[in-house]
């Protein structure tokens, strides 16, 4: 597609469910980054995939928290046991190659309320 | 990694030019110097990109002294539609990826 796609764009639920969110980054981007940004503050860093792979995965909170990325392209962001701290606005970015010096291109972001 | 010291925030009027300030003291020889502007409920975008000297585009003019240590956002002639949240960031462009560190950044507020 022409941006980065995330889906859903608004996401409620209750404590202890389990929630997905979906990003669909730019056709052949190889880099694609997952953020979490609170009310506030910037975005923090939770994982990065290079392809298939999840290169760093060293800003995931804790194992509640992991994503896939099967094919390369889309990936999920899962968390389990949902908690009310999880509230926050979840990133998804993409970039032609993990490059330092490549650019991001971000999505308009899934908003997650723990009730 | 790098990290980047911004000031919180800052004002400004329509038509001035706003200059905004990263310090990044511990840069390495091979990252580059990255801003992103982020409006209300959007992902943050970028704006410019550079390592050293001077960099401008249609958007905005970045400069960089020779030690690298800091560099300077300029924003000419800026519009209500500017106020918002600008992000310094500092990464390796050798590495295969590197963990983007955001920061707070800087709210800009550009009054009528």
């Known amino acids: 597609g022409a941006g980065v796609s995330q889906t859903p764009s608004n996401k409620v639920t209750e404590k202890g469910k389990y929630v997905e969110l979906r990003c669909d980054p730019i056709?052949?981007?190889?880099?694609l980054y997952w953020y979490r940004q609170s009310l506030g503050q910037g975005p923090e860093f939770l994982i990065y995939f290079q392809g298939t792979g999840a290169a760093d995965d060293s800003g995931l909170p804790n194992d509640r928290f992991f994503a896939v990325r099967p094919e390369g392209s889309v990936s999920t962001l899962k968390i389990q046991r949902t908690e009310r701290g999880d509230s926050a606005v979840y990133l998804c970015a993409s970039s032609p190659t993990g490059s330092g010096a490549n650019v991001l291109t971000f999505g308009a972001g899934s908003r997650l309320t723990v009730l | 990694l790098a990290k980047t010291t911004q000031p919180i925030s800052m004002d400004s009027y329509e038509g001035q030019e706003v200059n905004i300030t990263c310090s990044h003291n511990n840069i390495a020889t091979n990252d580059y110097i990255t801003w992103y502007q982020q409006f209300p409920s959007q992902g943050p975008r970028f704006i410019i990109q550079g390592y050293k000297t001077k960099v401008t585009n249609e958007v905005a003019s970045l400069f960089i002294p020779a030690d690298r240590k800091s560099s300077t956002l300029s924003l000419p002639r800026v519009s209500l539609s500017d106020t918002a949240v600008y992000y310094c960031?500092?990464?390796?462009?050798?590495?295969?990826?590197?963990?983007?560190?955001f920061g707070a950044g800087t709210r800009l507020f550009v009054k009528a």
């Open positions: 960031l500092v990464g390796d462009r050798n590495t295969g990826g590197f963990k983007t560190i």
């Open positions: 056709s052949g981007h190889t880099a």
